[in-house]
């Protein structure tokens, strides 16, 4: 006897998954709000999983890649020893003062340039020409001028960032909606009020995004920095661990180098939003 196969309708299972949604709207929201959050970690669970029945069953070498729960041990000697928190808060010093001046003086020439034709036609070419040179780039002739002191990470650290800040400010005050620059001059502005009520507001939202682009470029640049020309901070904790050979001490310097840079990149994203709830509609993207 042939076995009877019985199809049920695509519109009859959307309309069973309807009908228990609108019996139970809040639980249904609430799952799905859930799934939604649990959803990013999803990716590093797996790979969590994979890292640690690898070590587990001996697939790679310990020497070169750590179990889990050795780059966990040596994570807890070094906050209890204090060399984290020390190393963590130099390199926090160093990636916020060189990006501060970094993303002062991109504000600063993107403005300029945003608001003046003339200067754009002189400037900015020469400008897209020097920011095609990598951060690593410049090192050797930094170090002939200013050593490998401090001045030598701020300044890498704000060329990183000055240049999304630069591009970003020249792009949003040249997108000003015409029609709220034509109401301003109907209501009798000057150039700066046009500049401080208009043209500013409205490059908000750009010069936000450029901002949260600086930073991650600063991050990076300060580990690279740290791992070629520094004695301290948490780029110098990978280098020494890799001459050690204590490959548990380079996973566990990287993992907090991602941890923070990933956490200061949420708090920027989670201001950028109330930033922009706070703007008046006519300003909003």
Request: aromatic residues 10%; contains cysteine; hydrophobic residues 50%.
């Amino acid at each position: 006897m042939a076995d009877t196969v019985i199809t049920i309708p695509a519109d009859a299972i959307d309309g069973e998954l309807k009908l228990a949604a609108d019996a139970h709207p809040r639980s249904y929201r609430k799952l799905r709000a859930l799934g939604w959050h649990l959803a990013p970690w999803l990716l590093p669970a797996v790979l969590y999983a994979l890292w640690s029945i690898g070590c587990e069953r001996g697939w790679i070498a310990p020497q070169i890649l750590p179990p889990p729960q050795r780059v966990y041990d040596t994570f807890v000697e070094l906050a209890t020893s204090g060399d984290l928190a020390r190393n963590t808060l130099i390199s926090l010093q160093r990636v916020l003062l060189g990006f501060a001046g970094g993303s002062l003086l991109g504000f600063a020439i993107g403005a300029a340039l945003g608001l003046s034709r003339t200067l754009e036609a002189y400037v900015l070419p020469s400008f897209n020409a020097i920011v095609q040179i990598p951060v690593l780039g410049w090192l050797p002739f930094l170090l002939l001028l200013v050593g490998v002191g401090e001045p030598l990470k701020y300044l890498l650290i704000g060329h990183a960032a000055l240049v999304p800040v630069t591009l970003s400010t020249l792009q949003g005050f040249r997108q000003t909606p015409a029609t709220l620059d034509e109401v301003a001059r109907v209501f009798g502005y000057n150039r700066w009020q046009r500049i401080v009520r208009v043209v500013l507001p409205s490059a908000v939202p750009t010069l936000a995004t450029g901002v949260r682009l600086a930073f991650t470029k600063a991050w990076l640049a300060l580990v690279v920095v740290e791992l070629v020309a520094s004695s301290e901070g948490l780029g110098y904790l990978i280098v020494y661990g890799r001459q050690l050979f204590q490959l548990d001490l380079v996973m566990a310097s990287v993992v907090v180098v991602g941890a923070i840079g990933f956490a200061i990149n949420r708090l920027l994203d989670a201001l950028e939003k109330r930033l922009r709830r706070g703007m008046p509609s006519a300003f909003r993207e």
